[in-house]
Nanobody
Framework: QVQLVESGGGLVQAGGSLRLSCVASGSISVFYAMSWYRQAPGKQRELVALITRIGNTNYADAVKGRFTISRDNAKNTVYLQMNSLKPEDTGVYYC????????????WGQGTQVTVSS
């Protein structure tokens, strides 16, 4: 199956920015959507953003207006631009393919750690 590798996380102070990348070993254009999830310490994994194969996007209310999801099909890569970061954005960020009824397609990978200090 397709392998996904997340990168770009790090330590940033509140108000700063990060850009996460998710590189796939195969084509991402075949899937209904590509998505970013995150999991904060002691909390369940939650959907952050998704982008469909035709370019429609959807965001969690908590990040709307601050985060932007995009993709480059030629590079098999999905991005998450995160601006105006808040401490509550801290967590491990994962990418995955998603079908039309909300199911992820692949096992969860290692993810990339995002830490926002106050």
């Amino acid at each position: 199956q397709v392998q996904l590798v997340e990168s770009g996380g790090g330590l940033v102070q509140a108000g700063g920015s990060l850009r996460l990348s998710c590189v796939a070993s195969g084509s991402i254009s075949v899937f209904y959507a590509m998505s970013w999830y995150r999991q904060a310490p002691g909390k369940q994994r939650e959907l952050v953003a998704l982008i469909t194969r035709i370019g429609n996007t959807n965001y969690a209310d908590a990040v709307k207006g601050r985060f932007t999801i995009s993709r480059d099909n030629a590079k098999n890569t999905v991005y998450l631009q995160m601006n105006s970061l808040k401490p509550e954005d801290t967590g491990v960020y994962y990418c995955n393919a998603r079908d039309s009824v909300g199911r992820v397609r692949f096992d969860w990978g290692q993810g990339t750690q995002v830490t926002v200090s106050s």
